[in-house]
């Protein structure tokens, strides 16, 4: 393997600690990745030559295991160490080290090194501007706790007021009420409201503080969008704006009008019966209204097809979450001042108790439709987080094939004829049609026949997969890592 952006390897010396460090902040900052300790460099050696072990400097180990500790601020979690036995270059046993560095939660830097970002090859030292960006996309700060000159006066409506009531806020004024939930700060002695309060109570907060801050549906005939002269969009898009209780009501409102507007003659020439279960719709407006990132001046898009509804709201997933450990990894919020707060509302969208995705995903199954799919960069071009709804009958062979996926990250066609009983010709039918609905995504590293799939969200990691896998010995480690082709 060379270097890549989750990937490098070091010999061990006293000036490897310095670099590995960077390394590890790197990886920590961007995407995580592997280092491994006593191996030689891709391009100074080949094959086993490249195997010289921790056994050079086993000083130097130690010294980058306290730095890990204590040279690295904030503090970096849930590094893993692994040694691997093995036959080094000169047919001596000794050992390599694999330091396993997981995507952080937060934005980490070197003590007296600055912070560090990877790229392809290498690693760069980010910039003022780049650290504050890193910080909004992993939610460490967010953009609703930032104040806003915009008059009070424009906050003070029947949504303000009803809130007023059901908050039993009677005493002082707007200004001062705002201050004691914590939805205004001071600034120079003056109060001003957080956008937070702008987005929850004024009228057009994309107007008032000059920013994108609605909802956008696009309804389009077909599967996909063609662009050209004529666009094949059914109506023009709708624009929804307004405090974030109405904006979600309104689209979901909307989004029902239009897939429950009798039967639409497909692209296909088949009828279109839209099946969602409104729940699941609204979850999802829900869902992007309240976690998208606010510091991205980008509107959240609906894309409703024949055969599927998109929502897709700007910004990455805070913390460590990813599409596949969306289940798993408990609730993260990054605007907690907007969900606290739209609980208060009369009807609430949501009730905060962090089992939205877990109900979506047992309703689709319930009525016998794909799961929701997730997906993010680099799957899209640009920050963001994507839902898609797919109307369409779920395979009973999909539960096994989703579930062999989430233990073993990878599946091949021989996987799926064990599991389904099938025949060759069978299984890459349903590749086929799995991979076209972005369900799936193929790896051809090893040429069409070794083709292996990976649900979108998981990225690729040759050395996990190794590190994942039960091996019989040693040997085979060192035999797996060495093939070119893989």
């Not at 952080?104 to 970002?117: I, L, N, R």
């Not at 579930?403 to 099938?422: E, F, G």
């Not at 969200?457 to 896998?469: E, K, Q, Y």
Request: proline share 5%; aromatic share 8%; with cysteine.
């Amino acid at each position: 393997m060379d270097e890549t952006v989750r990937f490098e390897s070091k010999r061990v010396s006293g000036k490897m600690v310095h670099k590995a460090i960077e390394t590890i902040v790197a990886f920590a900052n961007t995407e995580g990745g592997h280092l491994v300790l006593g191996m030689e460099d891709f391009k100074k050696a080949q094959g086993d030559d490249r195997l010289f072990g921790i056994q050079e400097n086993p000083e130097a180990v130690d010294e980058l295991r306290r730095k890990i500790e204590h040279g690295i601020t904030p503090a970096l979690d849930g590094v893993g160490w692994r040694t691997i036995p093995c036959i080094l270059r000169d047919g001596t046993e000794g050992a390599l080290v694999v330091v396993e560095v997981p995507k952080s939660t937060m934005a980490h830097s070197v003590v007296e090194d600055g912070t560090w970002k990877r790229l392809e090859r290498g690693n760069r030292e980010m910039t003022a501007k780049e650290v504050n960006e890193l910080c909004f996309a992993r939610g460490v700060i967010s953009a609703e706790t930032e104040t806003v000159p915009v008059p009070f006066e424009l906050l003070d409506n029947d949504y303000w007021k009803t809130f007023c009531q059901i908050r039993k806020l009677t005493t002082g004024d707007i200004c001062d009420r705002m201050f004691r939930i914590g939805l205004a700060k001071k600034i120079n002695d003056d109060l001003q409201p957080t956008r937070a309060a702008v987005l929850l109570f004024a009228e057009d907060p994309s107007g008032i503080m000059a920013c994108k801050a609605s909802i956008r549906i696009f309804h389009y005939t077909g599967i996909h969008i063609e662009h050209g002269p004529v666009p094949n969009l059914i109506k023009n898009p709708k624009t929804i704006s307004g405090p974030l209780i109405r904006q979600i009501e309104d689209a979901y409102d909307y989004v029902l009008n239009e897939i429950a507007d009798g039967l639409r003659l497909a692209a296909s020439g088949f009828e279109t019966v839209h099946r969602y279960p409104t729940r699941v719709i609204k979850e999802a407006i829900t869902n992007a209204v309240i976690h998208r990132d606010y510091h991205i001046n980008r509107d959240i898009h609906i894309r409703i097809f024949d055969n599927r509804i998109e929502v897709e709201s700007p910004g990455l997933f805070p913390g460590s979450i990813k599409p596949e450990t969306l289940l798993t990894a408990g609730s993260l919020s990054r605007n907690s001042l907007i969900v606290t707060h739209l609980r208060d509302f009369p009807f609430p969208p949501n009730i905060d108790a962090g089992e939205g995705v877990r109900m979506m995903f047992s309703t689709m199954k319930a009525v016998g439709l794909y799961p929701p799919m997730y997906s993010t960069r680099p799957f899209l071009q640009q920050d963001g987080v994507m839902v898609v709804l797919l109307n369409e009958e779920r395979p009973p062979i999909w539960e096994q094939v989703s579930d062999w996926l989430d233990r073993n990250q990878i599946i091949t066609n021989a996987d799926l004829c064990k599991i389904a009983n099938i025949d060759t010709l069978a299984a890459s039918r349903l590749f086929t049609k799995w991979v076209t609905k972005n369900m799936l995504i193929p790896d051809k590293s090893r040429g069409k026949r070794g083709t292996r799939y990976y649900k979108p969200g998981l990225a690729v990691d040759r050395l996990s997969f190794i590190l994942l896998s039960d091996h019989e010995d040693n040997k085979k480690i060192n035999d797996e890592i060495s093939y070119d082709d893989e």
